[in-house]
């Protein structure tokens, strides 16, 4: 299990509260992750795992992991897996897995309790006409003709709904509340429709489903949670919570306890949103690195302890705000600055000859695999006559404070040699293709030479050993138009070939390191063949992450 944090916050301190008053006397503090299984989830989810699990633990209680499938419509199996693998992924455990469907039975049944009661009666408006009814936030609504009916025409109907004799539409359940409440959400609220439709679980058991307000108070309650933690759109529903279980009279019944959402600039985090993206073709899928999915983030190379990280440090307030997104990526440099090893990679190259080094000579230079952490050691890297450097790091004419390479400039060659430029050879469009250089054998990576000092120093590869293998870099998919509306980022994926060390031939998908001097990379989980290595960026080295 994630080691917990000491979040110090305002739900905790309700928690607190309701331990010392014996609120729910002798049972532990129970929370519970809900989603419904309609989409993959994202790091706004993650937000709440965290937050359910890490309560639970931090009270010795449980945390459940319950499918909130009350909508056959848009529910589907791949989404129950997906979301199971990612709530592992992230380093939680669940105690019991539920789906809201098991409780069909159950629900029904305190349904009927309800209509027993005179608390809920079978309508037949429309939808168009229920709405209209319904008043606005200045006027009261208006009763159904229905709203009468008496026990047993109720009984008799909602048997009937759950038979299949009626269609989609025709008739619905209701809460009897209160037409005229200032909460429009207790104006007689739907609590069961008909949709003859296959339900990922069910089947065609059931052609009436219950509503999510009416659901999931229920569902909270058979599973004994204490503290039902949901975002802040759901404050005004927090009577209609309460309303079921009032009702039915169930002991130490769960309180429902909102907290902000997370949003984060440069993405869109609804999964209806994240839909149309996959379904357009906007994305590769659901697991597209640029989107801002767990699936999505964990192929982009972030790591559990990043993402966990980033939830203790955004925190749980009551008031919605929006999370730069410098943050989280400020959170994954953190995690793997001293945890991978660093290599050397050229994108776009120009060949550097060593005129003065021996014609078949390779040496194998020692390099540190991470200079923050020495625990890492070192590994050897060869170099010879003919070398890759960076484009960007030689200009024919240098620009001020330039200190790479440039004709009559020495720098270091990371983990190497002095290395000076002395002729530029350019092709026939005046685009420089080769640079010979000479190199000073004194000055060697490591022997102490202490004669003279350089102020840049640029990595390379052995231009005959360097493997070739493609890189993906990502930018953010959503982006401020001029008239700071997010639209999607035209240019959110850049394909370029790389060279590197040799010994990246080797790599295993899902492998990371730092490319020195570029950023953070993983081997793509999906994309690497036996004849194809495709790296994607994680993340960049520089932060714009300002505390
Ligand atoms: P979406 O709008 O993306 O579909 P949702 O709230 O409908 O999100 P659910 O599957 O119902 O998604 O969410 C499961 C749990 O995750 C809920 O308790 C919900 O409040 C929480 N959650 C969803 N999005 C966020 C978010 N951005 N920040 C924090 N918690 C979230
Ligand atoms: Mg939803």
New binding site residues.
């Given amino acids: 299990m994630a080691e917990i944090k000491e979040a110090i916050n305002f739900i905790h301190n309700i928690i607190d509260k309701d331990l010392e008053e014996g609120t729910y006397g002798d049972r532990p503090v129970y929370t519970r ?4 299984p ?2 993959y989830l ?1 790091i ?2 993650a ?2 795992i965290c937050l359910n699990f890490t309560t639970a633990q931090k009270y010795n209680g449980k945390c459940n992991l319950r499918f ?1 499938d009350t909508d056959p419509l848009k529910e589907d199996t791949e989404y129950v897996e997906s979301i199971k693998e990612d709530v592992k992924w992230l380093g939680f455990e669940w105690d019991e897995l539920y789906f809201a469907s098991d409780y069909f039975d159950k629900m029904y049944d305190c349904a009927v309790e309800l209509i027993k009661k005179g608390k809920a009666y079978v309508c037949d408006l429309t939808a168009d006409e229920i709405r209209e009814y319904r008043g606005t936030l200045t006027e009261p609504g208006k009763e159904s003709p229905y709203r009468n009916r008496s026990v047993e025409e109720n009984l008799k109907l909602f048997e009937e709904m759950k038979e299949g004799k009626y269609k989609d539409g025709e008739k619905v359940l209701r809460a009897k509340i209160d037409m005229a409440s200032p909460n429009m959400n207790m104006r007689d609220p739907v609590i069961y429709r008909i949709a003859h439709a296959e339900h990922h679980n069910t089947g065609d058991k059931w052609c009436i489903y219950p509503m999510y307000d009416y659901a999931h108070p229920l569902e909270d309650a058979f599973e004994g949670i204490t503290h039902s ?3 802040l759109e759901f404050e005004d529903h927090r009577p209609l919570y309460e309303w079921p279980l009032i009702e039915l009279e169930w002991e130490m019944p769960p309180q429902q306890i909102e907290f902000a ?3 984060l600039t440069n993405t869109v ?4 949103h994240l839909k149309k993206l996959v379904d357009d073709g906007a994305v590769e899928g659901w697991d597209d690195p640029r989107m801002p999915t767990i699936a999505g983030i964990r192929r982009r190379g972030y790591t559990p302890e990043a993402i966990r990280d980033f939830c203790d440090r955004i925190g749980v307030a009551k008031t919605n705000s929006v999370v730069d997104i410098a943050l989280l990526e400020h959170c994954i440099r953190e995690d793997l600055k001293e945890k991978v090893e660093s290599r050397m990679v050229v994108f776009d190259p120009i060949k550097v000859v060593i005129t003065n080094y021996p014609e078949d000579l390779t040496e194998e230079m020692e390099i540190e695999n991470n200079s923050m952490n020495e625990e890492m050691g070192y590994r050897k890297v060869p170099l010879s006559r003919e070398l890759y450097i960076d484009r960007e790091d030689f200009m024919e004419v240098p620009v001020k404070k330039y200190f790479r390479l440039y004709p009559g400039n020495e720098v270091r060659f990371k983990g190497a040699y002095f290395i000076t430029c002395n002729e530029v050879i350019k092709d026939s469009d005046g685009k420089v293709v080769e640079l010979h250089c000479t190199y000073d054998p004194e000055t060697k990576s490591g022997s102490g030479f202490s004669g003279r000092k350089v102020k840049g120093t640029i990595h390379w590869v052995d231009a005959k050993q360097a493997v070739k293998f493609k890189v993906r870099e990502y930018d953010y998919l959503m982006i401020e138009d001029e008239k700071g509306e997010n639209i999607l980022n035209p240019d959110s994926l850049k394909v370029v070939e790389a060279y590197g060390e040799p010994s990246l031939a080797n790599v295993k998908p899902g492998e990371r390191f730092q490319f020195f001097r570029k950023g953070y990379y993983i081997a793509d989980a999906k994309l690497c063949t036996e004849d194809e290595i495709v790296f994607n960026k994680t993340v960049g080295l520089k932060s714009s992450w300002k505390k």
């Fill in positions: 992750f809900p989603p419904e309609n989409g994202h706004g989810h937000k709440s909130d933690l949901c975002t959402r997370l949003n985090m609804s999964k209806r």
